[in-house]
């Protein structure tokens, strides 16, 4: 217990370990920081991702899609671990503003507003129809016209502070999209005189998704005009994907397991009917897998950032470490009194240890309460920062944040404090070996002899 | 004087050389020395003559090239880490010429200091009530009664000396081993630390004192010459003076 004490009094006494506590506070603060921010971002991304999707997705890579997607969308309602079910097709297009020929490529996607927005979270957002997204692809200007979804960033612009104008929402615009129909063996299929199927749609609403691919190049028509659109209504119907939701309950893992053993009896059964060796190229993936491509490069930043973090604890460590030799080097004379009066190697080792204890205690703390605050009050520090001098962490008018996320999560605190103790502890190691092994008669004698 | 005539103490050849560059100096060349329980026992000798060295290795301080030191009939340089440990925290008590005492402790801290080396929270707790009363006691027998949360640096030499005694003798050693304990004192201040000397001795308390200081060494009951590494034929001195009780 003394050497807690007198671990507290070196902590209190010595200049020297202000440094080293300034030095682990400052990399705890850093740390606390970037991890909650980046943290919340990629947490951000995921779950925007994950609502976008649902939890499953029965989906081939080919855009001529694969049939009997209504059969097994029947099969999976009938399990009781499935909530809801959506077909959707995806599939790339040309889109113009009614009679304009400047038509630009763009990536279409058919739902059913009734069955998808249930599966997704997509109708919350939806701005026109949020409350009522079975009206969805009703379009403003024309009852008469089916109506299309656009991803915001395709009509709105975002403002320096990442909010929309929505009064410049093209309420009356009217928009041609024109598709290449496919047939089932993936050659173009002549639609009349022409390769190319095209249909007029009203503008319906915005969809606001927080991904910025979504959001910059995809535009949303009822599933049913779409497969029209695409040839791919003859029977047997396609679709390119079925996105399901599982009951609350059911994890992530286990539902798609069971969806794939049942998608693998299905397509068995399938076996020798028209088209169903277009059922071979279908996977089953949690929305995760689905999505890693978008993903993996979020997770790879954080893994970089897990690199970056090494580096700096390895900068504290060795900051640490000198700081305990100095201190250990002129306290030599102390520690011979302490082996003088019957303290053991290892109750000197504990004496640093507790004092480097102390050190990483009070460093975490100092840094977490700095990060903290700071984080409390992260976004009012940027809007500061941005009306005094125009800087913005993220440019609002390009990346889709809103606020910066400061959530703090108490593992982040855990894992950071036991860093900051770990950092201290490995510091003082070798100091604390060379502490423990000094002989009391080194230090105490007046002169060698 | 309370000497009962069996040795708690007996150096036997102690042999030890010390490298200076490339140069072996040797310091102790086989001493023999018998130490009485009970017994205060001056070590003179000029500077570099190896006393402070003998009474390192008689304390388990440091270790000798040769010989052995004999503890109540058992060979400390026999002792594991543990017993050595046991052997310097209850059993000897070392008082130094420059006092060593911790600056970041307090005068109470520092004398009950010995008291707490190796006891967990538990040991503390249940000790340090103890440890507190006994090394009141002792501080107020070293006359520093007034001084007891001041820090080493805001008290006199011999103020410091007293801390450093009232220390050494916290946990009741068989043993005092004082290495020029009034080396670095005034005169006055100096014959006050003997005058404690004296009365611990009166009160049973085996001492081992070095000096080079003739007058010191007289208030030793028995004295002994180091010189040329070897202990040369001592006298044993009259009496010890002060009638003070500690211990």
Redesign the interface.
Known sequence: ??RW??AL??LV?RRVTLIAVLVVALCVFVVFVVMTVMNGLVGQFKERTHSFVGDCVVATESMVGFPYYDRFMDVLRSEPMVDSVSPVIRTYGLVALAGRQDAVGIEIMGIEPNSHFTVTGLGQGLHLHRDDPQTAFCSQADPNIPGCILGIDLVLNRDSSGEYDYRWLPLKATYDISCFPLTARGALERIGTGYVNTKRFGFSDVSHTGLAREDGGLIYVHFDQLQGLCGMSRPPARATAIHIRFKPKVSLQHGTRQVEGLWDRFAKDCQGMPQADLLGLVRVQDWKTYRKSTIAPMEKEQIAMIVMFILVATTAVSIVLVVFYMIVSSKT??I??????????W?VIGLVVNFALLIGLVSAFLGVLAGWLFLRYINQIEGWLFARFGFQLWDRTIFSIGQIPNQIQMGVVAVIVMCALLVCLTGCLLPAIRAART???DT?????? | MNCDGSAILSAQGLVKSYWLGTTQVPVLRGVNLDLARGEFLAILGASGSGKSTLLHILGGLDRPDKGRVLFNGNDISSFTARQLNDYRNRRVGFVFQFYHLLDELDVLENVYLPAMIGKGLVGWLTHKRTAVQRALELIDQVGLGHRIHHRPWQLSGGERQRVAIARALMNKPDLLLADEPTGNLDWATGQGILALFGALHRSGQTIVMVTHDQRVASQATRTVFLADGQVQPGHTNPSSSNNSKIG
């Open positions: 217990m003394y004490v007198l009094r070196y006494s004379r102390d011979g009194i302490l082996k003088a009066v019957g303290e053991s190697f109750g002989q009391p008669v105490l004698r007046a002169s060698p002899i």
